[in-house]
């Protein structure tokens, strides 16, 4: 069974980099062609996608954070990351990794989810 | 890229009926058969229910079931149960490797 697992600080500065890694275990990044995607949620609002990657190392982002988001693989390690740089209070979110049903394709269809992590920003 | 419009609530009895709508543009649910819903309880990541407009994951109860018409898809939840109640949430493909999601209903069970 396919599990995600996020982690990295509760906590992180103004302006400063928020860094977290989604770790999978159940099954090897590399040979699964597969996009793994970041998904967030502010309390008490509603799911936004930020990006997906491919376990080969190409990644789109949701347009409205492209310019601060970049999403890494490290088939190595068998985990995934997400850096958002210059953070404000409206980054503070419930952070989930996830992994679609379908191969290859990003299409909306998360099926395995993380349990979330809860990200505040502030000073 | 605007977020896709859901109504806020939406409710039933026990044994009803409930439609969940989930209004996009042409550039998203209006021109792509990739709308996906979830059930999100509190405190819980959320879960997918219906992907690509209507088909069901495995272990889905086929009491729910998804449409699209036009820019507008649809969530109906038939034999509503009290473990129904929940945020449903729907996302859509947006063209360019882009995806979009709506606002979130919160279905109560009366």
């Known amino acids: 069974q396919l599990q995600l697992q996020e982690s990295g600080p509760g906590l992180v500065k103004p302006s400063e980099t928020l860094s977290l890694t989604c770790a999978v275990s159940?099954?090897?990044?590399?040979?699964?062609?597969?996009?793994w995607g970041w998904i967030r949620q502010p309390p008490g609002k509603g799911l936004e996608w930020i990006g997906s990657?491919?376990?080969?190392?190409?990644?789109y982002y949701n347009p409205s954070l492209k310019s601060r988001v970049t999403i890494s693989v490290d088939t190595s390690k068998n985990q995934f990351s997400l850096k958002l740089s210059s953070v404000t209070a409206a980054d503070t979110a419930v952070y989930y990794c996830?992994?679609?049903?379908?191969?290859?394709?990003?299409?909306?269809?998360?099926?395995?989810w993380g349990q979330g992590t809860l990200v505040t920003v502030s000073s | 890229q605007s977020a896709l419009t859901q109504p806020p609530s939406a409710s039933g009895s026990p044994g009803q009926s409930v439609t969940i709508s989930c209004t996009g543009t042409s550039s998203d649910v209006g021109g792509y058969n990739y709308v996906s819903w979830y059930q999100q309880h509190p405190g819980k990541a959320p879960k997918l229910m219906i992907y690509?407009?209507?088909k069901r994951p495995s272990g889905v109860p086929d009491r729910f079931s998804g449409s699209k018409s036009g820019n507008m898809a649809s969530l109906t939840v038939s034999g509503l149960q009290a473990e129904d109640e929940a945020d449903y949430y729907c996302?859509?493909?947006?063209?360019?490797?882009?995806?979009?999601f709506g606002g979130g209903t919160k279905l109560t069970v009366l």
């Open positions: 996302n859509s493909y947006a063209g360019s490797n882009n995806l979009v």
């Open positions: 690509e407009v209507s």
């Open positions: 159940g099954g090897p990044i590399s040979s699964s062609s597969y996009y």
């Open positions: 996830a992994r679609p049903l379908k191969m290859a394709t990003i299409l909306g269809d998360f099926y395995y």
């Open positions: 990657i491919y376990y080969s190392g190409s990644a």
